[in-house]
């Protein structure tokens, strides 16, 4: 396949690298380059011309929608425009329904797997739009991931993803104040997770990413709370599942907790560029006081 990558930053880079490896033509497009080894084309115009897909992996949903408008017009007919960003599931939708009027498959797949799912090839990926664009691009999902489930019409897989992002965004504050609560009241932090990691309040967040350094599989905290997972971009999912919340009328009050409690974080309390599970040494020392 001819495959136009378009947005090759900490996700893009390695996803686009690894479906060149298996010898697919990969031409990318990015304002700033792409990893080495990635052939550049100096716009999506020049990018796109015979493409059978144009991936995109962008920031946000404003950059999305500018760059979609871009794409639409310079892909062949029956080509497929698959957007694995996380955006607002009203940019996704409203992409595929440009995307379909113009005679294009059209799918939004964000990913679960993070920097390092993207190098290894291990992305779990979230699937919206209709079942043609699907077939066509799951030989690619399989090199770029481990599993692709097909969540239903277009936008399907962006909700899919908030959901998921607002439970571990909750998940993770609250296993950090039990921390911060076991703490004070003596108890030994190993005994904390092998009593949790086995009991009921185990989690993905306590066994797999445990906030605690020096307990559990190695994790962010084990590295002075480097991401891994950045606490700003929690906060960006946080303020998707609320837009979202908001704007289908759904009771979201635990979600609407953990964005305030994010925002703080990032924005008053230096948790800009650390690892979202840094929250733990911030609940520790009483900051929220
Ligand atoms: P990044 O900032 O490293 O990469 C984004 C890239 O898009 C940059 O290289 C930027 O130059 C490029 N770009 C911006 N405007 C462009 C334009 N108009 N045309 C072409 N390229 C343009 O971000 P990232 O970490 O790779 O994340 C990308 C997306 O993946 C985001 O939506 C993010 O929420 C999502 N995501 C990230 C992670 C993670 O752990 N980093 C995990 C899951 C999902």
Redesign the pocket.
């Known amino acids: 396949m001819k495959i136009t990558f ?8 390695p996803m686009a690298l690894n479906l060149q490896a298996v010898g697919h033509e990969v031409v990318g ?6 990893p080495d080894g990635i052939a550049m084309a100096n716009s ?1 115009e020049e990018g796109c011309v015979g493409s059978d897909i144009a991936i ?5 949903g404003a ?1 999305l929608r ?2 979609a408008a871009d794409v639409i017009a310079a892909l062949p007919k029956g080509a497929v425009f698959l957007d ?4 607002d599931v009203d940019s996704a939708r409203d992409v595929a329904a440009d995307a379909n009027a113009a005679g294009l498959g059209a799918l939004d797949a ?6 390092k ?2 190098a290894d090839g291990t ?1 779990t990926f979230m699937v919206g739009g209709d079942d043609g664009a699907f077939e066509t691009a799951k030989p690619l999902f399989d090199i770029m991931g481990q599993k692709a489930v097909h969540c239903g019409a277009s936008g399907a897989g962006q909700a899919a ?1 908030i959901c998921n992002n607002m439970i571990l965004g909750v998940t993770m504050l609250g296993t950090c104040e039990a921390f911060a609560l076991a703490d004070k009241l003596g108890l030994d932090r190993q005994a904390m997770f092998d009593v949790v990691s086995t009991s009921s309040g185990y989690s993905w967040t306590m066994n797999n990413y445990c906030p605690a350094p020096g307990v559990g599989p190695v994790s962010p905290a084990d590295n002075d709370y480097a ?4 606490a700003e ?1 929690m906060l ?2 946080l303020g998707l599942s609320q837009d979202a919340a908001a704007s289908c009328d759904a009771d979201t009050p635990m979600g609407e907790l953990a964005k305030a409690l994010y925002d703080r974080f990032v924005n008053d309390e230096g948790g800009m560029g650390r690892d979202f599970s840094a929250v733990l040494p911030w609940f520790s020392g009483r900051g929220r006081a």
């Not at 995109?56 to 946000?60: A, E, G, Q, S, V």
């Not at 991401?227 to 950045?230: I, L, N």
């Open positions: 378009i947005g090759l930053g900490n996700m893009g880079g497009v990015d304002p700033v380059g792409g999506i995109t992996m962008l920031p946000n950059i500018k760059v694995c960003s996380t955006v964000p990913v679960s797997g993070g920097i799912g993207a992305l993803k991401p891994g997972f950045a971009l960006k999912d």
